[in-house]
């Protein structure tokens, strides 16, 4: 699959329809930046008039994980990913739209080549931030990711 944002939500709604329907949708991928957004509405909300944490999390393994995959897309071979930590911390409530932002396509890259030519399963953490549209830091997660190149 060509990895593109067109794509990529398409994928979400059929395969991920919980992310879908939460309002997680992936604004941009390059080579080393994942751009994706979620909308603060019903849908997602705490009773404290935010987003729930855990739809901010979605988002935000989303903008890891599309780096993930083009780092796959690009290296053409099957590899195995799995998220096997995760930690966010939160700095202001959530409302309206936020977008996370990852800039970790290299280390992703770095990783990938590694492992291709070790055979040997790598660790990677990546950090995805997410902003209100006043561009404040609202909160960041850090998603440690094992990847596998298989032979």
């Known amino acids: 699959m060509n990895i593109t944002p067109k794509r990529i939500n398409r994928f979400m709604f059929f395969k991920l329809p919980l992310a879908y329907l939460g309002g997680?949708?992936?604004?941009?991928?390059?080579?080393?930046?994942?751009?994706?957004?979620?909308?603060?509405?019903?849908?997602?909300?705490?009773?404290?008039k935010s987003m729930f944490w855990a739809a901010q999390?979605?988002?935000?393994?989303?903008?890891?994980?599309?780096?993930?995959?083009?780092?796959?897309?690009?290296?053409?071979?099957?590899?195995?990913?799995?998220?096997?930590?995760?930690?966010?911390n939160f700095t202001k409530k959530a409302t309206g739209k936020i977008r996370f932002e990852c800039h970790h396509g290299g280390l992703v890259a770095n990783a990938l080549e590694e492992s291709n030519k070790t055979g040997e399963g790598r660790v990677i953490t990546m950090k995805a931030e997410g902003f209100n549209t006043e561009g404040v830091s609202v909160c960041n997660f850090h998603f440690e990711w094992s990847l596998k190149v298989k032979q």
């Open 24 to 48: 997680v949708r992936v604004v941009s991928i390059q080579e080393e930046t994942a751009i994706v957004s979620i909308t603060h509405k019903w849908m997602n909300q705490n009773p404290f």
């Open 57 to 88: 999390g979605m988002a935000a393994e989303m903008a890891t994980g599309v780096l993930v995959m083009k780092g796959i897309e690009n290296i053409g071979k099957n590899v195995s990913m799995l998220v096997t930590n995760q930690r966010g």
